[in-house]
């Protein structure tokens, strides 16, 4: 049974930063293509970044190109989303997801999500 775990979410004032980690545990993590996705009050969810297992190569939403890094590291089975220059529009929970997939049509295994919230 695939389990994906985040943390790190919080309260930041704008401009700050902050780094979110998902845990994933109960499949071989280099395979699994892994992203971030992130759903505003009253909005649909959004991908925000993904990369899969054997690549080195990172998509971004261009919402946030330039200002979140998503890393990846395959020891500790962990994915991180590090933010940057926050702003209150960031405010969001940040879904981690994964897939045995590459690429991707739709995510088989999501976190419950962390809360991130941006004060201006």
């Known amino acids: 049974q695939v389990q994906l775990v985040e943390s790190g979410g919080g309260l930041v004032q704008a401009g700050g930063s902050l780094r979110v980690s998902c845990t994933v545990s109960g499949y071989t993590f280099r395979r699994l293509t892994v992203a971030w996705f992130r759903q505003a009050p009253g909005k649909d969810r959004e991908f925000v970044a993904s990369r899969g297992g054997s690549s080195y190569t990172t998509f971004y939403a261009d919402s946030v190109e330039g200002r979140f890094t998503l890393s990846r590291d395959n020891v500790k089975n962990t994915v991180y989303l590090q933010i940057n220059s926050l702003k209150p529009e960031d405010t969001a929970v940040y879904y981690c997801?994964?897939?045995?997939?590459?690429?991707?049509?739709?995510?088989?295994?999501w976190g419950q999500g962390t809360q991130v919230t941006v004060s201006s």
């Open positions: 997801a994964a897939d045995d997939s590459d690429p991707v049509i739709k995510y088989k295994y």
